[in-house]
C-alpha cells in the first residue's frame, strides 16, 4: 500500500485559463471554489494530502522582460495560499494541506504563529513545506540586493527551522508556560524590521 | 426630529471568549474559529458595517516579571493569527466588512501587502487593514530587536510602509489583465511594474505577485491617538476606531481628525469614525443597573487582572507601584501614548486601585434597556456629528454579542439609526454609502 499527493504546482495561482476545459477560470481563479473543488475530490478518492506550492515573484529573466511570463501567467499572478487553507479545510474531514512558506520572506515568529493557526483551523490537518526562494526577484521584493549563496540560504533555513520548532514547543501540551531560548531570527537587526542587505550581520 | 443613522463595528480579539461563567462551551474549542464564525453571522444579520480583529504578537510577563496571570487570565495570549481566520470568516457571510489588524513594525511590506491583497480577493472586496505600529518591548524581543523604536521613529518606519504597500497595490494596473483567448495574452506585461523603492528603512522591487485587488486596496483603519498618531490617520485611514472620554472629548476628537484630514487635502466625509463603547443591557433598569453592580464587584475582585492588562500595554510593572496611591508623575511608557495621557487624565489624583476599578474601556457609559441605549446613542451622535460606534467586550461571549444583535440591534433599527441592507459590493463603498 503507498500514499497519494497532489501537488497544486502553481499554488493559489492561475490554472489553465484557455481551451475547452478552462472553465471560469479566467476570471474565478483568484477564488477560493475551484481549489474547494479539487480538495473534495482528492479527499473522495483517499488522497493523503494536497501540496501547495507558492512564490513571490514577477519573474523578468526572459528575455529581460515580464512579456512571456505574464502573457501565459507562469508563476505570476498568484495569492497568498495561507487564507486557502482554512476554506479548503472547511469542506473537508481528513485531507491534509500543506501550504508551502520561504524562510527569507517570514520572519520565523510570524511563521509559527500563522502555521499554529493553520492547525488549529483545520483540526491537526495543516503541513508546512519549508523552501529558501531561488530567484533573486523574490530576495529583492524583501529587503535584499540579490539572493544569499546557496550555503548561506540553508544555514539561515537551519535556524529558521530551530526557532519555528521552538516556538512550537514553547507551549507544553498541558499548556504549562516554558521559556524557549531567546531566540534571534536570522534577520539583520536594527531600528527597522526591514530586511537589508545579505552582507549585514544578525 | 430625523434621525441620523451611524454605523456599527465589533472591536473583536481572536481570543478565548468567556469561560469562567458558565454560559460558555467555548473555553477550548475557540481556537478552530467557528466561534467567531458565528459571532460575525450574528453581526452580518443585525446590520453591522464591520467586524474588526485586533491583534499582538507576545506573551507579556511584564507584570510581576511573570506571564502567570497574563495566562491565568487569558487576556493577550493566547490568541489566534488574523490572516486566516479573516478567510473563513468572509466565506461565511456575502455583506459586512472584515478588518485585520497587522502591525507596520513586524510584518515585511511585501508579505502584508499581498496577504491582504489576497483577502480582498477571497472576501469580494471586504476585507479591511488594521494599521497598528505595535507598542511593545516583549514584541520586538519576538522579532530580532532588543526594544521597540522609540514612538515617532515608529510612526516614521509606518509611513514609508504605508506609502511600499500602496505601491505594490498600484503595481498592477486596472486592466492589466486582458485574457484573451485570441491572443494568448493573460495579462499585458506594460501595466505590471515594479515600484523599485530604496527608502530609509525598505528596500523593495516589486511588483505585487498578486493582482489588483476588488477594492483596490483594502479599506484601511487606524487608531491613532497622539499627536503624530492623528496626523498618520488623518492622511491615510478609511476608518478610525478611538476611545475619547465623554461626549466633549468624542466631538473634539472628531472634529480635529476631520480638519486634519482637509489639511492633506483630503475630504473628511471619506474618514468614518468609531467611537469604542461597552453597554450593560437589561431587560429593565433595575436589571441593568445590578448587572453594572455586578460587573464592577467583579473588576473590584479581579483588581489585579486590570493591572495586568495595564502591565501588557504599557509595559509598566504595575505590580512595584503602590495601588493605594495615585500614578507617580516621573511614570512613561513608549507605547501607547495617548490612552496612557488619557489614563493620567481619568485617574486625576485618585489611587490606582480606585480608578483602575471603575475603568471601562468605553467612550461614554451606556447602562439600560435597548430602547433607553438606543435613545443614548442617538442623542451622543447628534452631538458630536457621526459616524458609528465599535462594541468592544473583553472577553466576549455568545450572551452578550445576543443581547447587542438581538437586543439593541433592533431598538437601532425601529428609530432608522442603523442600516437595514447594504447597497454596495465592496466595503469602502457600503461605509459611505451614507
Known amino acids: 500500500m503507498f500514499r497519494l499527493g497532489w501537488f497544486l504546482g502553481n499554488g493559489f495561482g492561475m490554472q489553465p485559463w484557455y481551451g475547452e476545459w478552462a472553465g471560469r477560470s479566467m476570471t474565478e481563479w483568484t477564488q477560493p471554489d475551484l481549489y474547494v473543488d479539487l480538495t473534495t475530490s482528492l479527499e473522495r478518492a483517499g488522497f493523503d494530502l494536497l501540496f501547495i506550492e507558492d512564490t513571490s515573484m514577477v519573474e523578468d529573466t526572459y528575455g529581460g522582460s515580464a512579456e512571456t511570463t505574464l502573457k501565459y501567467g507562469l508563476m505570476a499572478p498568484k495569492n497568498d495560499p495561507v487564507p486557502l487553507v482554512p476554506l479548503l479545510a472547511a469542506a473537508t474531514e481528513h485531507i491534509g494541506i500543506a501550504v508551502t512558506m520561504s524562510t527569507i520572506q517570514y520572519p520565523p515568529y510570524l511563521a509559527a504563529r500563522s502555521m499554529v493557526t493553520l492547525d488549529h483551523l483545520t483540526g491537526g490537518r495543516a503541513g508546512v513545506n519549508v523552501v529558501t526562494s531561488v530567484t533573486h526577484r523574490v530576495a529583492q521584493n524583501f529587503g535584499f540586493d540579490k539572493h544569499l549563496d546557496h550555503a548561506e540560504r540553508y544555514a539561515m533555513a537551519e535556524e529558521w527551522m530551530d526557532v519555528v520548532s521552538a516556538l512550537w514547543e514553547s507551549w507544553d501540551p498541558d499548556a504549562r508556560w516554558a521559556l524557549v531560548r531567546r531566540a534571534r531570527p536570522p534577520v539583520p537587526s536594527g531600528p527597522s524590521p526591514a530586511l537589508r542587505s545579505p552582507e549585514a550581520e544578525p | ?434
Not at chain 2, 22 to 44: C, F, H, P, Q
Not at chain 2, 90 to 110: D, K, L, R
Not at chain 2, 308 to 327: G, K, T
Not at chain 2, 415 to 420: A, E, Q
Open chain 2, 1 to 434: 426630529m430625523a434621525a441620523t443613522p451611524f454605523r456599527l463595528g465589533w472591536f473583536g480579539n481572536l481570543t478565548a471568549p468567556e469561560w469562567r461563567t458558565g454560559w460558555s462551551n467555548d473555553a477550548l474549542s475557540w481556537t478552530d474559529a467557528r466561534y467567531y464564525v458565528d459571532m460575525v453571522r450574528d453581526m452580518e444579520r443585525a446590520g453591522f458595517d464591520f467586524m474588526m480583529l485586533e491583534d499582538s504578537l507576545m506573551v507579556s510577563d511584564i507584570y510581576a516579571g511573570t506571564a502567570e496571570l497574563e495566562l491565568k487570565h487569558a487576556m493577550y495570549a493566547p490568541k489566534l493569527d488574523p490572516v486566516p481566520v479573516i478567510s473563513m470568516l468572509a466565506y461565511a457571510t456575502e455583506h459586512i466588512g472584515i478588518v485585520g489588524t497587522a502591525s507596520t513594525t513586524f510584518y515585511p511590506p511585501y508579505l502584508l501587502a499581498r496577504a491582504f491583497s489576497t483577502l480582498d480577493h477571497v472576501t469580494r472586496g471586504r476585507v479591511g487593514w488594521n494599521i497598528v505600529t505595535s507598542s511593545e518591548d516583549r514584541v520586538a524581543q519576538n522579532f530580532g530587536m532588543d526594544e521597540l523604536p522609540e514612538h515617532d521613529l515608529r510612526y516614521e518606519i509606518a509611513e514609508e510602509f504605508v506609502e511600499v504597500v500602496k505601491g505594490l497595490w498600484e503595481s498592477w494596473a486596472p486592466d492589466a489583465i486582458v485574457a484573451d483567448p485570441v491572443t494568448g495574452y493573460y495579462a499585458d506585461h506594460t501595466k505590471v511594474a515594479p515600484i523599485h523603492h530604496q527608502g530609509t528603512h525598505f528596500s523593495v522591487r516589486g511588483p505585487l505577485n498578486t493582482p489588483r485587488s476588488p477594492q483596490g486596496r483594502p479599506v484601511i483603519c487606524q487608531a491613532g491617538a497622539s499627536p503624530r498618531g492623528r496626523d498618520f490617520a488623518a492622511k491615510n485611514a478609511d476608518m478610525l476606531l478611538c476611545i475619547p472620554h465623554g461626549l466633549d472629548g468624542m466631538k473634539e476628537y472628531r472634529d480635529d481628525i476631520r480638519l486634519r484630514a482637509e489639511r492633506f487635502g483630503r475630504d473628511p466625509d471619506e474618514i468614518k469614525i468609531f467611537f469604542v463603547v461597552a453597554p450593560i443591557i437589561g431587560r429593565t433598569m433595575d436589571e441593568a443597573l445590578a448587572k453594572q453592580a455586578a460587573f464592577r464587584a467583579d473588576k473590584q475582585r479581579n483588581f489585579e487582572a486590570q493591572m495586568v492588562h495595564f502591565a501588557a500595554i504599557m509595559e509598566i510593572d504595575f505590580s512595584v507601584l503602590d495601588p493605594d496611591q495615585p500614578i507617580p508623575d516621573d511614570v512613561t511608557t513608549n507605547g501607547h501614548q495617548g490612552t496612557f495621557e488619557g489614563w493620567k487624565k481619568v485617574f486625576g489624583g485618585r489611587t490606582i486601585k480606585d480608578a483602575a476599578c471603575d475603568m471601562r474601556v468605553a467612550s461614554m457609559e451606556l447602562v439600560g434597556t435597548p430602547d433607553h441605549i438606543a435613545d443614548e446613542m442617538d442623542k451622543a451622535m447628534e452631538y458630536v456629528g457621526g459616524d458609528g460606534f465599535m462594541f468592544l467586550a473583553q472577553p466576549t461571549s455568545r450572551q452578550y454579542i445576543r443581547e447587542i444583535t438581538e437586543g439593541l440591534c433592533p431598538a437601532l433599527r425601529r428609530r432608522g439609526l442603523i442600516r437595514t441592507g447594504y447597497a454596495h459590493e465592496h466595503f469602502r463603498d457600503n461605509l459611505r454609502s451614507f
